[in-house]
């Protein structure tokens, strides 16, 4: 028996690359897709492939007419929300790519997804490396006190923090030890140089030309540094093992699952 996924973005930078992977795994069938303006095409040669015999919708709405296990998304932080509420909704269990959600949004998808008995999977990155950076953080985090997250975009990504640096920061609030460094709120000058708190963990966000994704987890000691840093290159690879792992594994659970890392082994 198959599961058969609604892949949402299907010609996104990651979609189309997801696309092609479920097309190779026997475990797997594409059986909706969606994107506005290749909406009538084939999903699979609209994804640089073989044709699939699946027709892209311009709507998730329509794309909920024909059954599926998993809905995937891989959109715009602007309607992320909307498209897992709808699939939820719908009875679908969820494996959610797409940046920009907060934590109160994740709250009301885990209470709507509990509602439901539906599992949702969502993660700021499915790289296998980025999410043994973030567990190697999280360890740090238990014995040195002052970190900070730098996260590093290209120019155009439209949200900040990226959702990796977002995901890091809120998981080292939850373990991370007191500051030493001096509360932001007791400096004198523009505070806004000092990042943005998430949780309780401050975060610097650099965009520019040059830059694909990377976020670094700065920690400093007396008389010592620490950085554990993640670079992603410029293809969508790194991102496809984690998403189609999560497709497998999102209906297990009802609620919501945060992290690939909820997903891993010990
Ligand atoms: N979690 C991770 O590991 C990970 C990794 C990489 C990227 N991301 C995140 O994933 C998201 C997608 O990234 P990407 O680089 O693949 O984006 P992208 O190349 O811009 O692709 C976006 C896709 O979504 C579709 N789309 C946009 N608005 C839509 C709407 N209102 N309704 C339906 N479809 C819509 C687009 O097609 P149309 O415009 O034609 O509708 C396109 O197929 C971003 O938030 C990015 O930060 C996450």
């Known amino acids: 028996m ?60 329509e794309a909920l007419r024909t059954p599926s296990d998993v809905v995937v998304d891989y959109t715009k932080p ?36 509990r509602d439901a008995g539906v599992g949702v999977v969502a993660a700021g990155n499915f790289s296998i490396t980025a999410t043994l950076m973030q567990r190697f953080a999280l360890m740090a985090a238990r014995y040195v006190a002052d970190v900070e997250v730098i996260d590093y975009a290209s120019a155009q990504k439209p949200d900040v923090p990226s959702g990796t640096g977002r995901e890091l920061a809120e998981r080292l609030s939850e373990v991370r030890l007191d500051p030493t460094s001096r509360a932001v709120d007791t400096l004198t000058g523009p505070r806004e140089t000092r990042g943005a708190a998430v949780g309780r963990v401050q975060v610097h966000s650099v ?45 297990e659970v009802p609620g919501l699952r945060r992290g690939l890392d909820s997903l891993m082994e010990g």
């Open 78 to 113: 602007n309607v992320v929300k909307g498209h897992v509420l709808q699939a939820v909704a719908a009875g679908r269990s969820v494996v959610v790519g797409t940046s920009g959600m907060t934590g109160e949004d994740y709250a009301e998808i885990d209470r709507a997804a």
């Open 207 to 251: 965009r520019m030309p040059g830059y694909v994704l990377s976020c670094e987890a700065l920690f400093g000691a007396a008389d010592e540094r620490l950085s554990i840093r993640h670079d992603a290159g410029s293809s969508p690879t790194p991102y496809v093992a984690g998403t189609l792992l999560a497709i497998r594994k999102a209906g």
């Open 2 to 61: 198959t599961i058969n996924v609604t892949m949402v973005g299907c010609t996104g930078w990651v979609g189309r690359a997801l696309v092609q992977a479920m097309a190779g795994a026997p475990d797997l069938t594409l059986a909706a897709a969606v994107a506005r303006s290749a909406a009538g095409q084939d999903a699979g040669t609209a994804a640089g492939g073989a044709a699939l015999g699946v027709t892209i919708a311009a709507s998730l709405e």
